[in-house]
């Protein structure tokens, strides 16, 4: 089955830290993977995806993301969080004959000064 | 103007009530798709559509239906509210192959009481 897997459901980092939040995927063909951001009360913004290439892929707002095939895992980065990174953060991976996109439930980062 | 629109932004309706939530989009995508968030939930899909003569059913499309009535509009349609149908609905739109170009509406905020 098609899944995405977000094991943290809640983070807290302190402000400047480096951030890493987990995902992993199961997916039958080449997947197409995606990193959403979303603030309170706000819509979905694109921070960065991965569709071939270089496994490691640079987004904006300084995230970065690897995908890993072995480990079946596209992890986002930062090296030093700041106070408005503070939101919720989905992985999405998508793709075959009908584009449909298949969402983790999300990890919720708090950001201490 | 927003690439893809959604409207209402917001919407309070009874229980039992019938609503349309609206979509309509300037990118010139042939797919276009309703997804809903629920907290700890993350996305999900409710029905796609390829084109004007193909819908398509999601994981979750029980109490809805949809309408495509031309390539740029795509309404989803409760016939009959009830409050765990609460939640954050979005539409999306995409090119034919590929995942190219994933556009995300602003969201619709929905509350059934």
């Known amino acids: 089955a098609q899944s995405v897997t977000q094991p943290d459901i809640h983070i807290t980092v302190s402000e400047g830290a480096s951030l890493e939040l987990r995902c992993n995927y199961s997916y039958g063909a080449t997947p197409y993977l995606f990193w959403y951001v979303q603030s309170p009360g706000q819509g979905l913004q694109l921070l960065l995806k991965?569709?071939?290439?270089?496994?490691l892929v640079q987004g904006i707002k300084g995230f970065e993301a690897e995908f890993k095939r072995s480990q079946s895992s596209f992890n986002l980065r930062k090296p030093s969080v700041h106070w408005s990174d503070a939101a919720e953060y989905f992985c999405?991976?998508?793709?075959?004959?009908?584009?449909?996109?298949?969402f983790g439930t999300g990890t919720l980062l708090a950001v201490q000064p | 103007d927003a690439d893809v629109t959604q409207t209402p932004r917001n919407r309070i309706t009874k229980t039992g009530k019938r609503i349309m939530l609206e979509c309509s989009q300037t990118?010139?995508?042939?797919?276009m798709y309703w997804y809903r968030q629920d907290p700890g939930l993350g996305l999900r899909l409710i029905y796609y559509?390829?084109?004007?003569?193909?819908?398509n059913k999601g994981e979750i499309s029980d109490g809805y239906s949809v309408s495509r009535q031309a390539q740029a509009k795509f309404s989803l349609s409760l016939e009959s509210a009830i409050p765990n149908q609460t939640a954050l609905y979005f539409c999306a739109t995409s090119e034919g192959q590929g995942m190219v170009g994933y556009t995300f509406g602003s969201g619709t905020r929905l509350t059934v009481v």
């Open positions: 991965y569709f071939s290439g270089d496994t």
């Open positions: 999405a991976v998508g793709g075959g004959a009908t584009n449909k996109l298949i």
């Open positions: 990118k010139g995508h042939d797919r």
């Open positions: 559509s390829f084109d004007v003569k193909d819908i």
